[in-house]
């Protein structure tokens, strides 16, 4: 599942390609077709991530409104200039952005004058129009977001260290930390030297501190990147002289998916687990229990 640092790349670069454009929404695998018809001829105004969540807050239209979407899982979002291309596979949500009109919606211009963008939405957990007030109510369920500016982390971190769960879902429940996903949680613990399994109320308020400053930092470098990079410049490949890490999950990282393999910085065997139903990866002994 991608993590927040995808949805917030993918806010800003659907605001960079789509915004202030009028759109005509289509939903060609016809599950969102009555959501698409009252998009069709709104502008979009912004688009704003929060956690995993992205929102388009749409302006005019026959009902404008804001577009909320998850990826979960198996969500994919494509989008490209011009002519889009025919219609393949199970298109939830086809939106082709282009100059705003009067009325009547974009038009298809000649060859190179096409000013038409188009991004195409597969396999979402969600995708459904949301009132202001919906917007709120998903916005109040949320926890903190490292990389918005209004993330509230002493709520958060209050709500962590009172706490007997361990701090491995702790860090993946969107209800308190929203955005971090299972490379960030596992990673940020490994870095603060603290075991995935350790209570969160073991945690002093100190040590959360630092968590959180670190989640902020590292998921900015992921927003820059559009990847997951957690090791420290000491441990980069070229500095250990050990070969980059090969991993359909991309990044360079201390112990995620990379159970039986020796710590980077001390040598011992990363071991995996499984907590809350997900599998976990820690070192024995820079991450004592
Ligand atoms: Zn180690």
């Known amino acids: 599942m991608p993590e927040g640092h995808t949805i917030h790349r993918l806010a800003a670069h659907h605001h960079a390609v789509l915004g202030g454009a009028q759109v005509v929404a289509t939903s060609p695998q016809g599950r969102f077709t009555a959501g698409a018809a009252r998009l069709t001829g709104a502008t979009l105004a912004a688009t704003e991530a929060y956690g995993k969540h992205l929102l388009h807050h749409y302006r005019g239209g026959p009902a404008g409104g804001i ?14 200039p011009g002519q889009p291309p025919a219609p393949v596979g199970q298109i939830r949500l086809r939106l082709v952005g282009g100059p705003a009109v009067a009325a009547g919606g974009p038009t298809a211009t000649a060859g190179a004058t096409d000013r038409r963008h188009w991004l195409d939405l597969r396999g979402p957990a969600a995708c459904e129009l949301l009132t202001e007030a919906e917007a709120d109510a998903l916005r109040d369920r949320l926890g903190a977001d490292p990389l918005r500016d209004d993330a509230d982390p002493d709520t ?10 361990p701090l491995g879902a702790l860090l993946l429940d969107q209800t308190i930390v929203a955005g971090v996903g299972l490379v960030y949680a596992t990673e940020v613990l490994f870095r603060a030297g603290i075991a995935p399994t350790t209570p969160g109320r073991r945690l002093t308020a100190d040590q959360w501190q630092r968590i959180w400053a670190d989640l902020v930092t590292l998921m900015r470098i992921g927003v820059r990147r559009g990847r997951i990079d957690t090791v420290r410049d000491e441990h980069l490949p070229e500095a250990m002289g050990r070969a980059p890490r090969n991993d359909r999950h991309g990044g360079e990282v201390y112990v995620y998916r990379r159970a039986g393999q020796p710590c980077l910085c001390c040598g011992a065997t990363v071991a995996a687990g499984a907590l809350a139903a997900r599998n976990t990866y820690w070192c024995p002994t820079c991450q004592p229990g």
């Open 67 to 80: 577009l909320h979407v998850h990826l979960g899982l198996y969500g994919t979002v494509a989008d490209g």
């Open 156 to 165: 958060a971190g209050g709500r962590i260290r009172r706490s007997a769960r």
